[in-house]
């Protein structure tokens, strides 16, 4: 299992998506920085009427790191699995090391540590480029406070978790071009529109934060999406850990029963 | 000498659906020599191999290795060496980093990634992306990735292809090589001609039917024989083929006569007091027999 895991790292770090993929995240996660610090910060409030400054306006701010930057640890995760069916290397992978379970299980940890990572990097993309702007033109970056602290602890959290979630993601839907289309469809079009519609009316409102993205925010702590208009329920960060932990082990198992029990090649 | 596993396939049985891939297929492969594993593009070689190697899940029947199936074996990396296909490569990885990828699984340090490039004559282009290599860069790649546990038992799915005549030469005394070592050596081919003076035993398969298993000598029996004849009078030489009922035809550098021994051939002569100049036993088409052998299981089922 130990070798397995060895395997996995140098898979992933032997080619050259990890960074391009990580530069892509923190050129996106800066632009949206500079640009909704700037805005909130000389327009804020204007557009919300006042009720979104000082802190909350830090918080909300640093909180769009899970909603703009969810899609690059998915990607990342799901290329983990895709690629080897993709470039067929699922075939040498499975003739070095026949256990089946243990490829599955070293790319969920690898993919644990990457996700560790790709969150440090978008924590310094999304605050580096926010931090700034709201201390010269706004009430301060608030980096001292322990409200700040515990949204990166989140958002390192949910990274991790997503990174593991397109791991399994990508176990079950093996076809690379497939995953990255229900990824992107997912997450710049299904997911916002769904949570919006699901949202608004009292009845489906519980159902909307069981939503993998509502349930990422919750792990942050922000819901950027419902902020200043007080609509859409939001989980505790325990509850949204638990969500979305529950989507990896249901995917994870269909992929160990589905995809890694057919014929390989 | 290493005691390397006998690879024994037993009543394997694949079907895909409707299709049945492999038909109980039985054959032993032996250490210490070089089994061929024949039979036409589609006639169930890489399944079967796949089989062998834990990949497909047979119908029925069973694939071992030294007794034990290949998800069984503790360490499959470091007792099987195996070659499938030279397109399993992720093209933006180096030669080198292919090797180093599945080095922890198999056990084996790094270095033995380099010393492989080595020996496979990579040395140059290691860290150069695979994307970038040659077919027959390809296939010593992954012969370098099948030899890197330094396995007992070698199985290579068309490993000849894409490899210059060189190359093949190379991988020739690789096998026999390996073979001396006492090693169990399994290699498949859809053309006789590329592995018969590599081989001892052969294994012919269609349509996913063993259709003969033998030594390579054996097999070499079943071909048609033809024996070159010349000499001063031509006519003589071909009135005594036609006198004896042989089937000969003309070339110019003499007659052949066909599936008679030159023996024979060089006593009827010698009886009729014809002058030879030439009397050679020609070598065997090994190809022809295989069409020959393969094509008697053309008859539709």
């Known amino acids: 299992m130990i070798a397995a895991i060895k395997s996995e790292f140098r898979k992933l770090f032997s080619t050259r998506m990890w960074w391009i993929l990580a530069i892509v995240m923190i050129g996106y996660l800066a632009f949206v920085g500079i640009l909704m610090s700037i805005m909130f910060t000389l327009l804020g409030d204007e557009m919300t009427g006042g009720a979104v400054q000082g802190k909350t306006l830090a918080v909300t701010i640093y909180g ?25 290397t699922i075939t040498p992978s499975l003739l070095s090391g026949a256990n089946r379970t243990h490829l599955l299980l070293s790319k969920l940890v690898v993919s644990a540590v990457v ?13 580096g480029s926010s931090a700034p702007f709201l201390q010269i033109l706004g009430d ?7 409200e700040v602290w ?4 989140g958002s390192l959290l949910v990274f991790v978790l997503w990174t593991m979630f397109g791991v399994a993601l990508g176990g079950l839907i093996v076809n690379q071009v497939a995953a990255i289309v229900v990824i992107l469809a997912m997450t710049q079009f ?3 529109i769904l949570g919006l519609v699901l949202g608004i009316p009292e009845a489906t409102r519980g159902v909307a934060q069981f939503l993998p993205a509502a349930a990422g925010n919750a792990v942050v702590g922000s819901n950027s999406l419902a902020m200043g208009t007080g609509m859409g329920d939001m989980l505790t960060r325990t509850e949204g850990a638990a969500v979305l932990m529950a989507y990896i082990v249901i995917f994870a198992l269909l992929c160990r029963f589905i995809t890694l029990r057919r014929d390989i090649g | 000498m290493v005691t390397s596993p006998t690879i024994e396939v037993t009543s394997l049985t694949k079907d895909f659906g409707p299709v049945r891939a492999v038909d109980d297929l039985t054959f032993t492969v032996q250490p210490g020599r070089v089994t061929g594993f024949l039979g036409p593009n589609g006639s169930g070689k890489t399944t079967t191999l796949r089989m062998l190697l834990g990949l497909f899940r047979p119908t029925s029947g069973t694939a071992l290795i030294g007794g034990k199936s290949y998800v069984e074996l503790d360490r499959p990396g470091a007792v099987v060496g195996a070659a499938l296909e030279a397109s399993s490569f992720h093209p933006g990885r180096s030669g080198l980093d292919h090797l180093r990828v599945y080095a922890p699984q198999i056990g084996v340090p790094d270095s033995r990634a380099h010393e492989l490039l080595e020996f496979v004559g990579l040395s140059d282009a290691k860290d150069r992306r695979v994307g970038g290599y040659s077919m027959g860069m390809r296939q010593r790649l992954a012969l370098a990735y099948a030899l890197l546990g330094d396995p007992s038992v070698i199985i290579l799915d068309e490993p000849a292809n894409g490899l210059d005549p060189q190359g093949i030469a190379w991988l020739r005394q690789l096998l026999r090589s390996f073979a001396a070592q006492g090693k169990t050596v399994l290699v498949s081919s859809h053309v006789l001609g590329e ?3 590599t081989v001892d035993d052969v294994v012919v398969i269609a349509r996913g039917k063993k259709i003969h298993a033998s030594t390579l000598a054996e097999l070499s029996a079943l071909a048609s024989k033809r024996v070159s004849v010349d000499g001063p009078d031509r006519a003589r030489i071909s009135r005594l083929a036609i006198d004896n009922q042989w089937q000969w035809d003309s070339e110019n550098r003499g007659i052949v006569v066909h599936d008679v021994d030159a023996s024979i051939v060089g006593a009827k002569a010698f009886a009729a007091g014809i002058e030879l ?10 190809g022809g027999v ?8 053309e008859a539709p089922r």
């Open chain 1, 190 to 192: 299904v997911e916002p």
């Open chain 1, 115 to 127: 996700g560790l990572l790709y969150g440090v990097i978008a924590v310094l993309a999304m605050i």
């Open chain 1, 140 to 146: 301060g970056h608030y980096l001292g406070d322990s």
């Open chain 1, 64 to 88: 769009f790191i899970n909603p703009i930057g969810y899609v690059f640890p998915l990607l990342i995760g799901s290329l983990l699995f895709t690629s080897e069916f993709r470039h067929q």
């Open chain 2, 277 to 286: 100049h030439r009397l050679v036993d020609e070598e065997v088409a090994l």
């Open chain 2, 290 to 297: 295989f069409f020959r052998v393969a094509s008697q299981n």
């Open chain 1, 150 to 153: 515990k949204l990166i602890a």
């Open chain 2, 195 to 197: 592995v018969q003076h």
